[in-house]
């Protein structure tokens, strides 16, 4: 039996992902307790972190592991669900392949995106404009400052960064 918060949260989600062509697990028992985290980290941080990580607290140094997280897709495409198993891929869902143990991907990706920002001169259209990056599912636009949403998976704007 899932809190009230819980079940909003997850009628939320499911009609964001399928909007955006995802799916949440149709385990219900783990996509409940995995719900109740979520909206336990909510009232702890003030934001979604991921609930199967140990989050700093600080919004800006979790900012990838804000659900769904920036790791997401990578591991859907690898392994068929993200690391919690909260998303998983058709074939997961339709019970053809088996779900595995996703390993953690998050230190050699956030290394990789600090070589990259290290590297980074600035990058614009052949009009002077930024293009901006959204880190959770790859949207592109350019315009002087990302959106306040993105309006494919719904990310908040500091998940954007320059591309
Ligand atoms: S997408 Fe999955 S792994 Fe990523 S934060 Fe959400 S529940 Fe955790």
């Not at 404009?129 to 959770?136: E, K, N, Q, T, Y």
Request: glycine share 6%; net charge negative; charged share 35%.
């Amino acid at each position: 039996m899932s809190s009230p918060e819980a079940g909003r949260l997850y009628e939320k989600l499911k009609k964001e992902a399928e909007a955006s062509g995802y799916i949440l697990n149709p385990d219900k028992d783990l996509v409940t307790d995995l719900m109740e985290g979520l909206v336990t980290n909510k009232q702890r941080y003030g934001y979604l972190s991921c609930p199967c990580r140990l989050a700093d607290g600080i919004r800006e140094k979790d900012l990838d592991l804000i659900c769904p997280c920036d790791y997401r897709d990578a591991d859907l495409d690898e392994y068929g669900a993200c690391y919690c198993a909260l998303y998983v891929s058709e074939e997961v869902a339709a019970g053809k392949r088996e779900l595995t143990q996703v390993p953690e991907r998050r230190n050699a990706e956030s290394s990789k995106t600090a070589k990259t920002n290290d590297q980074e001169t600035t990058r614009l259209t052949g009009h002077g404009i930024p293009v901006w990056r959204c880190r959770v599912c790859g949207y592109l636009c350019a315009r002087p400052e990302p959106p306040l949403k993105c309006p494919i998976c719904k990310a908040d704007k500091d998940r954007f960064e320059r591309f």
